[in-house]
């Protein structure tokens, strides 16, 4: 078995076992991102050097023995996560050259525990997009077929899990933006409950709605790396204050007894029969895993894209203010400081960025504040209740993740419909809910499909249970033919 195909649980049990050192581990990981990525793009930057620093340190510590889970093992951060002394873009030409004095709480977090940051990964310029064809500097490459994309914002770090460049990554999620990459990439995606991770150090989209979570190659893999990443943070006045959960603890507890409910709302026009198929046939499997399903309702799911289109914007908006070529960022020339503004922004957001600004500057402007933005809020607040219904009936919903399977470069050129295309994650980052997506069955064309549990809130220890039990009964064991490259 190659290196890249072993899971982080069995690369640290190699390191603990001193099998392996940290140093060649670390070594094999950026020979296959050399050779492999110029065919993908997952990384804006490649951190060689301070790499092998990292490493060398964790086999120092590993040979004392000290040392964790994450020791020696290689990693890398969606580029809008702050490592210090690191350029951080955001993929954006706002931010090119940008290197933050401090690390993001969830960067120092892998640091302490012994990780090896790889480098920073590609996503959609600011997280805003889809398809990480929005990144100012190249768009990414799905490894499974090179011709289409691996999904956004998060595009960078699901490929880099999927083509093996990479152990695991992380990145974040504003309304779907681990998961759908995680669906169209075949790796295991966790958006955790809001306030369960610290924001602390990332560069912010939709204050309200972004959170930062793990992407792997399996469930258990997940596990480990969110309980190393989650925690109440002071630096962070929305995380949560308690002791850090152990997620991996009940993996083996199997399905047996829980009620897992499918949103009828979720299987309508608009989902792709094959994605569908996957998605029945998950929830037969959890029934003979003695699972009960049945059907559910969450009747303003129609309503979430229109809500998340105003309070995403208006607060993308509100935080990107800060970019005027004055404090942060790019300067253009100008003959006076509203020209260098204007010079500033024009030059630095790419159009995907400047329609989202736009679209929270009149959705909080005077005299529509109530009629759009304030009624967003609103129906907000419904989804959320909608879940709490469902919540009192079953322990968790079982849905697509994606209403299709990777879209072609190019493909998802008309805003709008690529806005559609997270019609089943949305509604989580609405009510702050944890969910993961995990691969579930292929496509005819051999492309992978995930399917998305959602669970309430600071309940991932049971999605992680339910997801274990799937995954084990799926046995999804397909790679990307690129992958063979050793």
Sequence with gaps: MRLSDCSVLELGRLLRGRELSAAELTDYYLARIEKLDPAVRAYISVLADEARVKAREADNALAGGGGGALTGIPTALKDNICLAGAATTCASKMLAGFRPPYSASVAEKLLAAGAVVLGKLNMDEFAMGSTTEYSAFFPTRNPWDTDRVPGGSSGGAAAAVAAGTAPYAIGSDTGGSIRQPASFCGVVGMKPTYGAVSRYGLIAFASSLDQIGPLTRTVADNALVLEAIAGHDPKDSTSVPGERPNYSAGLQDGARGLRIGL???FFTAGLAPEVEKVVRDSARRLESLGAETGECSLP????????YYLIAPAECGSNLARYDGTRYGL????????EMFQ???????GPEVKRRVMLGAYALSSGYYD?????????RTLIREDYERVFADYDLILSPTAPAAAYRLGEMSDPLTMYMGDIYTIPVNLAGLPAVSLPAGLTEDGLPVGVQLIGRHFEEALLYRAAFALEQSVAFAARPALTEVD
């Design 263 to 265: 949103p009828k709302e």
């Design 300 to 307: 303003h799911m129609d309503y979430a894209i229109a809500a």
């Design 343 to 349: 010079a500033s922004r024009s030059a630095g957001f």
């Design 371 to 379: 009629a759009y933005y304030l009624r967003a809020q609103k129906t």
């Design 331 to 338: 300067r253009a020339p100008g003959a006076d400081i509203i």
